[in-house]
């Protein structure tokens, strides 16, 4: 069985930056994706930004240029460097990790971001 820990949300200005950690545990399964999706009120979970092992990224349009996702495979650990964050921006970051056995979401990562 998989867990999974997100840390590092919070609150910023407008054209500030914020760094999201995920970090996978357990034991007896192989990770093949890592990614980000967020959730604003009333609307639809989104997919944000993901990466596979080989170090292969995906970006939504709306962040791209903008975010910067990365990968500890040592640490079985995904990051999500956030960067001249817009109004729009705001939402719960959740983080989904596919592995051979399944996918586990973590809880969730409030990321406000202020006018």
């Known amino acids: 069985q998989v867990q999974v820990v997100e840390s590092g949300g919070g609150l910023v200005q407008a054209g500030g930056s914020l760094r999201l950690s995920c970090a996978a545990s357990?034991?007896?399964?192989?990770?093949?994706?890592m990614s980000w999706y967020r959730q604003a009120p009333g609307n639809e979970r989104e997919l944000v930004a993901s990466?596979?092992?080989?170090?292969?990224?995906n970006y939504a349009s709306s962040v791209k240029g903008r975010f910067t996702i990365s990968r500890d495979n040592s640490k079985n650990t995904v990051y999500l460097q956030m960067s001249s964050l817009k109004v729009e921006d705001s939402a719960v970051y959740f983080c989904?990790?596919?592995?051979?056995?399944?996918?586990?979401w973590g809880q969730g990562a409030q990321v406000t971001v202020s006018s």
């Open positions: 989904k990790v596919e592995t051979n056995i399944g996918y586990a």
């Open positions: 357990g034991k007896g399964f192989n990770i093949n994706r």
């Open positions: 990466i596979i092992g080989g170090g292969v990224t």
